[in-house]
């Protein structure tokens, strides 16, 4: 791909609540001597397309600590109901053309795998959102509400989002693959500046998913395949798992992929 062709400012902005119902604090919690909120930052520095990474919080213990070990960081407005409306806040005050919405729980975050979800608004002008899937490798994931699954087009466009198993198999031996979604997101600046004000549809009300307010609204979101396997942490459960693999025998082995 020619650089030239890359918009001049694509922004990584990552969410960082300290409050959390299952896991207070859990983005200053440390993996290897780091807070997991740094793990994000620095990962996610990695991309090859983002032009500038931003911490969005509205904690001053998660602010001074992001600005301890020099990552860029804003305070936002405590009464945010989702990151989608944090990142907008913060892309409000910005001039980047392209925002990506990082989760912060994600220590490992691939850079690879953000690059890939950036790329088709780089090319298509007219996409206003992006996001990832991974195809499910262990069969108990498609009945887990817990893992969102998703359908797409011969395009690559969402077709629909759930907590379901979807597709539905008439014959479970016909080997139809199933994806779940990852939740990272791209936007186009001026597409998730209206987003929080979009009408909530009885789809995302019944499924509880925020992405399907585009669907139900008559927006496309592309949707790119990653072999990227998303380990978020949401309890001290999963800290511990995550940290297992902070060993430097296997972070030597994960690259960037």
């Known amino acids: 791909m020619v ?42 520095s990695l991309a090859t397309y983002l032009t500038s990474v931003i911490i969005a919080t509205d904690d001053d213990r998660v602010f001074t600590a992001a600005r301890d070990f020099g990552a860029r960081v804003r305070m936002t407005r405590p009464d945010h109901l989702s990151g989608t ?4 806040e913060v892309a409000s005050a910005e001039d980047a053309e392209i925002v990506v919405n990082i989760q912060g729980d994600e220590p490992l975050i691939s850079p690879a795998a953000i690059d890939a979800a950036i790329l088709p608004l780089v090319h298509e002008p007219d996409l206003v959102m992006g996001t990832l899937k991974k195809r499910i490798e262990n069969r108990r994931e498609i009945t887990d509400p817990n893992v969102v699954k998703v359908v797409t087009d011969g395009a690559g466009d969402a077709i629909y989002f759930s907590r379901c198993a979807i597709p539905f198999e008439r014959e479970i031996s016909s080997g139809t693959p199933y994806f779940k979604h990852i939740g990272l997101y791209v936007y186009r600046r001026d597409f998730l500046l209206k987003y929080p004000d979009l009408p909530v549809g009885p789809l995302e009300a019944a499924e509880r998913l925020e992405q399907l307010r585009a669907l139900e609204n008559g927006f496309r979101i592309r949707v790119v395949e990653t072999e990227y396997e998303s380990l978020g942490v949401d309890t001290p459960e999963d800290l511990e798992r995550v940290s297992k693999l902070f ?8 690259g960037n992929g």
């Open 3 to 44: 650089r030239s062709s890359v918009p001049r400012k694509i922004l990584g902005v990552i969410p960082a609540r300290f409050a959390s119902t299952r896991f207070p604090g859990k983005v200053l919690a440390q993996i290897a001597g780091k807070t997991m909120l740094r793990h994000v930052y620095e990962r996610a």
């Open 85 to 88: 409306d944090r990142a907008a």
């Open 247 to 254: 060993d430097a025998s296997i972070l030597q082995g994960m």
